[in-house]
T-cell receptor
């Protein structure tokens, strides 16, 4: 079957750095996306990695290793507003549909 | 630019009834997706439209679900008759019809929370 694994919950302190890991097993792979979702809100696109390596967008960075079927989202200088659920999702086919992980709830403490 | 909108935001219906969910994608986005998240589970793909055509409906649970996209604009997802296991949050997303990274950037609506009692 197809699956994505990510931790269910991560706790960090305001101002710190946190890494959310994602491993995947899918029949096809075009790229790895990350989405943020605040309670009751819409998932919001954060990043998409198609090639190996680290990509940075402001305080957020995303990493991909296709040989290890692994990626992570790195959040720096954590702010209270970053408290949300973070989902990794694999684009497994040319039709752009996404296969989702169960999400990681990020709890930030002052 | 207006985002993806969905209507209604909440719907509570009884088992056996019919419900129709609506999604208005971002103007100009040819790709439209429906996803569903059942309580405690991951978000699951339901189907994908390119303009008015169904590109992939492999995720539709059964024939009680019918999706349409009139004229390649808004889309509706009808559940008839609804069952208890259909409860969950139904998300709609849209993306541009372009090649490369941008095609994988999907914009989501706030979802419709469906409760079947």
């Amino acid at each position: 079957g197809q699956s994505l694994e990510q931790p269910s919950e991560v706790t960090a302190v305001e101002g710190a750095i946190v890494q959310i890991n994602c491993t995947y097993q899918t029949s096809g792979f075009y790229g790895l996306s990350w989405y943020q979702q605040h309670d009751g809100g819409a998932p919001t696109f954060l990043s998409y990695n198609a090639l190996d390596g680290l990509e940075e967008t402001g305080r957020f960075s995303s990493f991909l290793s296709r040989s290890d079927s692994y990626g992570y989202l790195l959040l720096q200088e954590l702010q209270m507003k970053d408290s949300a659920s973070y989902f990794c999702a694999v684009a497994s086919g040319s039709n752009y549909q996404l296969i989702w992980g169960a999400g990681t709830k990020l709890i930030i403490k002052p | 630019e207006a985002g993806v909108t969905q209507f209604p935001s909440h719907s509570v219906i009884e088992k056996g009834q019919t419900v129709t969910l609506r999604c208005d994608p971002i103007s100009g986005h040819d790709n439209l997706y429906w996803y569903r998240r059942v309580m405690g589970k991951e978000i699951k793909f339901l189907l994908h439209f390119v303009k008015e055509s169904k590109q992939d409906e492999s995720g539709m649970p059964n024939n009680r679900f019918l999706a349409e996209r009139t004229g390649g604009t808004y889309s509706t997802l009808k559940v008839q008759p609804a069952e208890l296991e259909d409860s969950g949050v139904y998300f709609c997303a849209s993306s541009q019809s372009v090649r490369g990274r941008k095609a994988y950037e999907q914009y989501f609506g706030p979802g419709t929370r469906l409760t079947v009692t």
